[in-house]
């Protein structure tokens, strides 16, 4: 494989570090998924330039480098390797700066405090590194098997700062965590390092219970500017990191539409797709292909609490993949279990308009029940569900454009 500069991994599906090489002035930068059979021989024979390192090969490459760095041997994992002048390899560990700064911006205090680990790889090995030079107190590593695992976690119920290294809740298997956070009545913060969704279910239960919380994405970001700074040897501004962090989550969300039925959620949304050159999703319409009828057909020879797991069959399916427009149907929000889902990958916009505006057409519960005894019941959950609400009462293509200057960084 011909690979200038790259990320080795054995599943990269789910990975955001090509783009943000790209904006780290990298446009080389490319994933390398191998099998365990072939790390060797990539190592060895290879003609990369640098390339970071993740799951599961942290460890299995450093038998092939001539030389650690400090922090990699001290940490006994490697996240980059470079290539030296006399061509052998130069293991370093730039997720040391990573998790150091992602612990930073938190603003989640560890020092003195009982910090419970979650995983026992090579990422694991790093964070606790990370956690000891920052004076952390007590240090718990849970794994699967050992005399701290999933099956005693009692026995630290007061732990005061928990960090998920697993990958329990990344995309694709999305919607469930490595914990149960009511266990923890004393947690003060949680950090998971996965970036993909956005919200891990560990990190949407914190948020439920008033935790602060963090996620990886500037874990990775930061990493990245550490590595890319030795990859092709410059320096780049401490802010570069927010900078990155942000556009990436710009690029990579999703924006979900909600309100009221009639309140313009598709047209208002594909005028968005247009307008950024995404894929637009209307849930409706997807649920429609699903059953192969219609939703008023759904609702007559089903009901509505048929059509209403369909809707959240779907939406689990749609919501957990990245950079799309979705728009839902109205009733979305008054399912509570829809609100994970909903949350977890995207941005969520409250589409208004008046209700004199609504269109009630082709839509069995609007038709059935008055339009203020709906909005009544369903206004607070979007409200309470949304970081930004935008009234229709004009042009689909105008308010795409005030979508979009709203949430653009």
């Known amino acids: 494989m011909n690979v200038s500069y790259g990320l080795l991994g054995e599943k990269l599906s789910h990975s955001f570090s090509p783009l943000i090489h790209r904006l780290l002035d990298n446009p080389n930068y490319q994933l390398i998924p191998l099998p365990p059979d072939e790390v060797g021989n990539f190592l060895s024979n290879g003609t990369f330039q640098g390339i970071n390192v993740t799951v599961p090969y942290k460890k299995t490459v450093i038998p092939y480098c001539t030389q650690l760095s400090p922090i990699a041997e001290r940490i006994g994992s490697v996240n980059t390797i470079l290539r030296r002048p006399d061509g052998s390899l130069y293991g370093d560990n730039t997720d040391y700066d990573g998790f150091l700064y992602l612990v930073q911006k938190s603003q989640i205090s560890v020092a003195g405090k009982k910090v419970l680990i979650l995983g026992s790889g090579g990422s694991s090995l790093t964070v606790k590194t990370v956690l000891t030079d920052l004076q952390a107190g007590e240090i718990v590593v849970i794994s699967r098997t050992g005399k701290d695992n999933y099956e005693n976690l009692?026995?630290?119920?007061?732990?005061?700062?928990?960090?998920?290294?697993?990958?329990?809740?990344?995309?694709?298997?999305?919607?469930v965590a490595p914990i149960c956070l009511a266990q923890f009545p004393a947690c003060e913060g949680v950090i998971d390092i996965i970036y993909n969704p956005a919200a891990t279910q560990l990190l949407l239960d914190a948020k439920k219970m008033g935790i602060p919380y963090i996620n990886g994405l500037p874990m990775l970001v930061a990493q990245a500017k550490a590595a890319s700074e030795r990859?092709?040897?410059v320096a780049y501004p401490p802010q570069r990191i927010d900078e990155i962090t942000r556009l990436i989550e710009w690029e990579t969300k999703n924006i979900i539409l909600i309100g009221m039925p009639g309140c313009g959620k598709s047209a208002v949304g594909e005028a968005v797709a247009d307008f950024l050159h995404r894929p637009f999703v209307d849930l409706d319409k997807k649920i429609e292909e699903m059953c192969g009828c219609s939703i008023p057909e759904i609702f007559e020879q089903k009901g509505e609490e048929a059509f209403r797991e369909y809707e959240h069959q779907v939406l689990c399916d749609i919501a957990k993949r990245s950079g799309q427009i979705i728009a839902c149907g109205g009733g979305i929000v008054t399912k509570p279990e829809n609100h994970d889902p909903i949350l977890q990958n995207s941005f969520v916009v409250y589409l208004k308009r008046d209700l004199s505006q609504l269109a009630t057409e082709d839509r069995p519960i609007s038709q059935s029940v008055p339009l203020e005894k709906l909005y009544a019941q369903r206004a607070p959950l979007y409200e309470s569900l949304a970081q930004l609400t935008i009234e229709n009462n004009t042009k689909p293509l105008y308010v795409a454009a005030k979508i979009v200057g709203r949430l653009h960084p």
């Open 154 to 175: 009692h026995l630290h119920a007061d732990a005061q700062v928990i960090v998920n290294t697993t990958p329990v809740g990344m995309y694709p298997n999305v919607g």
């Open 231 to 233: 990859f092709l040897n």
